[in-house]
């Protein structure tokens, strides 16, 4: 818990002094091995997070907050394929891991499976129904695979999520061809002004959930 406080208040040194010394008094503590792989993987140091994470997948192989870790290590290196395996395992320890199942839909789509991404964003939608994230990443998977009035359709069910990053509209490249479409700019018009109507609502005391998630 030492370890964790300090991991809170951005302080590394601390953090992996507290979690080694938990691990002289229990070796096989899985999440001691696992947070200093995070540590390792936020000085940049790929390889020796991803030898921590084998380590304390091998202390405890039921243990899904290591697999996520290690799927988010390959996704940041690119190698989607092996993001997607360990999100899979993730998902099979816990199946309503939202996160998870965001990120292999994010893996199945660079990996060029399309329907498994959508799978995953359908899945994701349904464990958390008022957030935009998995709506608008299929939305895009939708128009980059050459469906950009099923993107359309898919975009005008964020006018209920909590969606403000309405600037994507007007920038995300995913969304080129459907922004040729007659009726996009209607709907953008309105999912600004919804977003507007929300932080308003923050800036006034007032939250939504995935406000700074992103696709």
């Known amino acids: ?7 809170l208040e951005d302080d590394l040194d601390a953090a992996e002094r507290s979690y080694r ?36 997948i091998a202390a405890d192989p039921g243990f899904p907050r290591v697999y996520r870790r290690l799927a988010d290590l390959y996704y940041e290196k690119g190698d989607y394929a092996k993001a997607l395996e360990n999100y899979r395992k993730t998902l099979a320890v816990e199946p309503a ?14 990996a ?21 994230v998995p709506v608008y990443n299929e939305a895009c998977l939708a128009a980059v695979s050459g469906d950009p009035a099923r993107a359309l ?4 069910n964020l006018r209920d999520k909590t969606f403000v990053r309405t600037e994507l509209l007007a920038t995300d490249p995913d969304l080129a ?6 009726a996009f700019a209607p709907l953008r018009a309105t999912l600004e002004a919804h977003g507007a ?7 006034e005391g007032g939250d939504w959930e995935d406000a700074e998630a992103g696709p």
């Open 197 to 203: 109507e929300l932080r308003k609502r923050a800036g």
């Open 21 to 56: 010394r938990a691990l002289e008094i229990t070796p096989g503590f899985v999440e001691a091995i696992s947070n200093l792989g995070m540590i390792a993987a936020l000085r940049d140091d790929p390889k020796k997070a991803e030898a921590l994470y084998r380590q304390a």
């Open 177 to 182: 061809a459907v922004r040729n479409l007659p």
């Open 153 to 156: 359709k898919l975009l005008e």
């Open 97 to 110: 891991d939202f996160a998870a199942l965001v990120q292999a839909g994010n893996s199945a789509r660079h």
């Open 112 to 132: 060029g499976d399309a329907k498994a991404a959508a799978d995953y964003f359908t899945k994701a939608a349904h464990r958390r129904p008022s957030s935009w």
């Open 1 to 7: 818990m030492l370890g964790t406080l300090s991991l």
